[in-house]
């Protein structure tokens, strides 16, 4: 089944110069121009960054493309969730007006061996624990911006590693986009929306929560006065601990523009999370 047989009341757009004279045509009526780039499998928390862009822009369109060039050799890119049908749906029901959704060839052309990469910032956070991962983001990336020509995307501060790349790279390159960052969407109970989570049996989903947890643990503690990054790190540490089947990844605090650590905590900077529960890995983070 094609794109475009699974979404009748919404317009999707499977090739590169498609999408392009779409932007054009709407550049040339007067209007702004927004792009939600995306994975599919989408939730309330990618639902808040379309309402943003329709918000921001004139007309919006929202990309979905796994893209393999960001998943390692023995990360989930097969069995990453592809529920195109039911995202459509969504989007039509939000008041989406275009959806992009290319096939790998006509991102990377047969032969093609052009990549984007931010150096340094793409070894930090994920890009330490997913080598390549950040490489595979700015170029996918960098296509889209080329192909939508937005004035706006929209991306969610959950991944805020890959908005601190997206950032310097869309700032080295010049490219004429602004970078819009909208607040992470949680559940009630605190666990942070993520395409992932549906990989999460009942007893790991409960496990996950202390992600969060143990971000309020450390947000308490800055509100009462603690700035060394130590001494949140450690505190951090003990909360993971207190669930031991939870893996941790990486405990920081950085400069969220450059992801480099630092040693005294100030308003603005990142802390942020990852871990595995189960064989899922999740991220999380704070901006104190």
Known sequence: ????????????????????????????????VGLVPTMGALHAGHLTLVEAAKAGCDAVAVSIFVNPTQFGPN???ADYPRTFAADCKLLETAGVEVVFAPRAEEMYPKGATTFVEVAGLSGRLDGASRPGHFRGVATIVSKLFLAAEPDR???????????????????????????????????ADGLALSSRNRYLSAEERNQALVLSRTLAAVEAAFRAGKRSAE?????????????????????????????????????????AVAAWVGSTRLIDNLVL
């Not at 794109?3 to 590169?16: K, P």
């Not at 010049?174 to 819009?180: K, N, R």
């Not at 669930?243 to 990844?249: A, E, G, I, S």
Request: hydrophobic share 50%; charged share 25%; with cysteine.
């Open 75 to 77: 990360e989930d890119f």
């Open 1 to 32: 089944m094609s794109a475009t047989e699974v979404a009748t009341g919404l317009r999707v757009i499977e090739t590169i110069a498609e999408l392009r004279a779409w932007s054009r045509a709407a550049r040339r009526a007067g209007k702004s």
């Open 153 to 187: 995307a929209y991306f969610g501060q959950k991944d805020a590693a890959q908005v601190a790349v997206l950032r310097r790279m869309t700032l080295d390159l010049a490219l004429p986009v602004d970078l819009v960052v909208c607040p992470i969407v949680r559940e």
């Open 231 to 271: 001494t949140l790190t450690k505190l951090a540490a003990e909360q993971f601990a207190t669930v031991p089947d939870v893996r941790v990844d990486y405990i920081a605090a950085v400069d969220w523009a450059t992801l480099e650590p630092v040693a005294k905590v100030v308003p603005g900077n990142l802390f």
